[in-house]
C-alpha cells in the first residue's frame, strides 16, 4: 500500500490516482514543501489536508457540502469544510451560524454542537474545501492551485454516485454547478454562513431528499438520513 493510498483510503485513492500520481499533483506538493522551507505557515497541518477524504469513504458519500476555501479563519482549519478545531479559543462566525441554523431549523436544542464536524462526516457528508490548503498572509494564495483537483473530485463522483444532494453555499461553491451531474444528484443553493444564510432550511431539505433515495433503494429512511 502507497502512502497515497493510506491517506486517502482504497476506494478514494482507485477513483483518484489518475490526478494523484499525475505532475500536476506533485507540483502541488513541491509547492507546499517549498513554502514550509521559508518558514511559511500553511493550514491546516499536513496531516488533515484530506481529512474529508478519510472520514467519508467514496461509496459511503451521501451529501456534499463545498466549503469556499479555509481563508476566513485558517488557524481553526481542521480539514473539513467550516470544521473547527476542538481546542479553538474563538469559532468562525460562519460555523456558528451553521449550528444557529441546524437548531432553527430541526427545531432542537442541541447542548454540544460537534463544532469539528467529524460526526456529520463519518455519516456520509463529505465536507470539501475547495482550496485544501491556505498560507498564512496570504490566505486565498492557493485557490487556484487546488482548482483542477476539487473538479476532478466531483467528476469522479459523477461518474458513479446518483442521488447524492450537494449543499452549495455562497457564490464561490456555486461556481462549481457545472461540475454536478443535475439529472442524477440534487442541489441545494444558499447565500454563505457569513451573510444571509440562516432560514435556508438545507438540514431538513437535504433529510426529506434523502429519505426518498432510501426508499428507491431499499433501505430504511431512518438509518440513511443524516443525524445534525
Known sequence: MTDLQRIFGNSWYEKLQHILESDYFNKIAAHIKWRLSLKKRIYPSSDDVFKAFRLTPFEDV???????????????????????????????????????????????????????????????????????TSEERDAEGHERMWDHFIKEVLVSMNKELAGVVYLLWGDHAKSYIPQIQKETNFILTADHPDGEFVGCKHFTKANEILTEVAKSLDKTPENFIIKW
Do not use: M
Open 62 to 132: 451521501k451529501i456534499v457540502i463545498l466549503g469556499n476555501s479555509i481563508s476566513c479563519a485558517p488557524k481553526t482549519a481542521n480539514g473539513l469544510a467550516y470544521g473547527g478545531k476542538e481546542e479553538a479559543l474563538q469559532l468562525p462566525h460562519a460555523l456558528k451560524a451553521i449550528w444557529k441554523e441546524v437548531e432553527e431549523d430541526t427545531g432542537e436544542f442541541i447542548l454540544s454542537p460537534d463544532y469539528t464536524l467529524e460526526d456529520w462526516a463519518r455519516q456520509g457528508v463529505l465536507l470539501l474545501n475547495t482550496s485544501l
